[in-house]
T-cell receptor
Framework: GNSVTQMEGPVTLSEEAFLTINCTYTATGYPSLFWYVQYPGEGLQLLLKATKADDKGSNKGFEATYRKETTSFHLEKGSVQVSDSAVYFCALGAFSGGYNKLIFGAGTRLAVHP | NAGVTQTPKFRVLKTGQSMTLLCAQDMNHEYMYWYRQDPGMGLRLIHYSVGEGTTAKGEVPDGYNVSRLKKQNFLLGLESAAPSQTSVYFC?????????????FGPGTRLTVL
């Protein structure tokens, strides 16, 4: 079946540190991959996506590369800011069980301190 | 564009009470979804709709009903609330099918069932 596994949080970093949040997936076929971000008290919003192998999604200094050989879509940022503190969800989009669905990981909370 | 809006933002119910959560979108999206978010479990799909007048079950539909009488609105009902339904509920919409299409999320409704 389809599933997404993310590294457990919380991840605590100092401002300007390098960020990696690991995400691996299991899927049949060729899913699309997404990173969503949830700021405190808000809904999820799309951060970036990749729709095929070797695609790199990027936005706001974050990036992730769709690696089919390792079934991974790790999120990285070179220098985090306090404003990046949020919960990050990796998700895959696939047709399964008769409909197009998004399957989410459990989320990784990031806390960035000045 | 307001995007996806949800009403109410917070609600406290007693066991056995009923309520309806309203989701509205002004993006002319065909697909709409209801999710629940629980700690450490990511988002789980409750019900979804692929167009006006249609509804279908997701992963965790028991105890919930939905209706999509108008394209822009998707209602989630709890007929007899239980403490296990304490959660944060998110509505989302998507323009069309296709696993590469992102979903747009509302700000959430925090429901507590005592």
């Amino acid at each position: 079946g389809n599933s997404v596994t993310q590294m457990e949080g919380p991840v605590t970093l100092s401002e300007e540190a390098f960020l990696t949040i690991n995400c691996t997936y299991t899927a049949t076929g060729y899913p699309s991959l997404f990173w969503y971000v949830q700021y405190p008290g808000e809904g999820l919003q799309l951060l970036l996506k990749a729709t095929k192998a070797d695609d790199k999604g990027s936005n706001k200094g974050f990036e992730a590369t769709y690696r089919k050989e390792t079934t991974s879509f790790h999120l990285e940022k070179g220098s985090v800011q306090v404003s990046d503190s949020a919960v990050y969800f990796c998700a895959l989009g696939a047709f399964s069980g008769g409909y197009n669905k998004l399957i989410f990981g459990a989320g990784t909370r990031l806390a960035v301190h000045p | 564009n307001a995007g996806v809006t949800q009403t109410p933002k917070f609600r406290v119910l007693k066991t056995g009470q009923s309520m309806t959560l309203l989701c509205a979108q002004d993006m002319n999206h065909e697909y709409m979804y209801w999710y629940r978010q629980d700690p450490g479990m990511g988002l789980r799909l409750i019900h979804y709709s692929v167009g006006e007048g249609t509804t279908a079950k997701g992963e965790v539909p028991d105890g919930y009903n939905v209706s999509r009488l108008k394209k822009q609105n998707f209602l989630l009902g709890l007929e007899s609330a239980a403490p296990s339904q304490t959660s944060v509920y998110f509505c989302a919409s998507r323009l069309t099918s296709g696993s590469y299409n992102e979903q747009f999320f509302g700000p959430g409704t925090r429901l507590t069932v005592l």
